[in-house]
T-cell receptor
Framework: GAVVSQHPSWVICKSGTSVKIECRSL??????MFWYRQFPKQSLMLMAT?????????EQGVEKDKFLINHASLTLSTLTVTSAHPEDSSFYIC?????????????????FGPGTRLTVL | GEDVEQSLFLSVREGDSSVINCTYT??????LYWYKQEPGAGLQLLTY?????DMKQDQRLTVLLNKKDKHLSLRIADTQTGDSAIYFC???????????FGAGTQVVVTP
């Protein structure tokens, strides 16, 4: 259980185009999903927190008009990189947090997707 | 805010034990996690420990928490080549909290 998928797994696009990345929780409901960005050999940087049915909360320094997040259902969040440029090339990872903890008193664990490699030419 | 630090690299021989260390700064961190990331993949949750615990064992994995020193470790017994990966520790201040990740420790297992 607790599987999160991302689509596509990799994408190459031209500078100036927009790219949409999907994140789905396959076997559980997630009222909250997170979007991270990871540079080579570095840790994950939280970009935004996405709550179902409401606006995303962006971390400081992340442009919300550049990285559009939509969380339309309890199992789907999308990240759209608008007018992508080469500096947007990165590994984007989403995670989904369960609405209910699987263990009494335990954490509402985040389960991570496999990531999407974006290359902007 | 929370700062989580890890050593960057660990080389271990197959069959030996690996110990990966992590320190954090926020004493109100409630849950501490270990995630594994294989090349080109997302993060896989390995285990977590609640702040009122000192130790947690799960098969080959043992997590030790020294809350006083804000030090967390992950021991992998009988390390296998399949354990080669990057291991991240992460902390959150409550069960709903955002995760603060360390930079990751690359573990290389040699035959």
């Amino acid at each position: 259980g607790a599987v999160v998928s991302q689509h596509p797994s990799w994408v190459i696009c031209k500078s100036g185009t927009s790219v949409k990345i999907e994140c789905r929780s396959l076997d559980f409901q997630a009222t909250t999903m997170f979007w991270y960005r990871q540079f080579p050999k570095q840790s994950l940087m939280l970009m935004a927190t996405s709550n179902e049915g409401s606006k995303a909360t962006y971390e400081q320094g992340v442009e919300k008009d550049k990285f559009l997040i939509n969380h339309a259902s309890l199992t789907l969040s999308t990240l759209t990189v608008t007018s992508a440029h080469p500096e947007d090339s990165s590994f984007y990872i989403c995670s989904a947090r369960e609405s209910r903890s699987r263990t009494s008193g335990g954490p509402h664990t985040q389960y991570f997707g496999p990531g999407t490699r974006l290359t902007v030419l | 805010g929370e700062d989580v630090e890890q050593s960057l690299f660990l080389s271990v021989r197959e069959g030996d034990s690996s110990v990966i260390n992590c320190t954090y700064t926020d004493s109100s961190s409630t849950y501490l996690y270990w995630y594994k990331q294989e090349p080109g993949a997302g993060l896989q949750l390995l285990t977590y420990i609640f702040s009122n615990m000192d130790m947690k064992q799960d098969q080959r994995l043992t997590v030790l928490l020294n809350k006083k020193d804000k030090h967390l470790s992950l021991r992998i017994a009988d390390t296998q080549t399949g354990d080669s990966a990057i291991y991240f520790c992460a902390a959150s201040t409550d069960s709903w909290g955002k995760l603060q990740f360390g930079a990751g420790t690359q573990v290389v297992v040699t035959p």
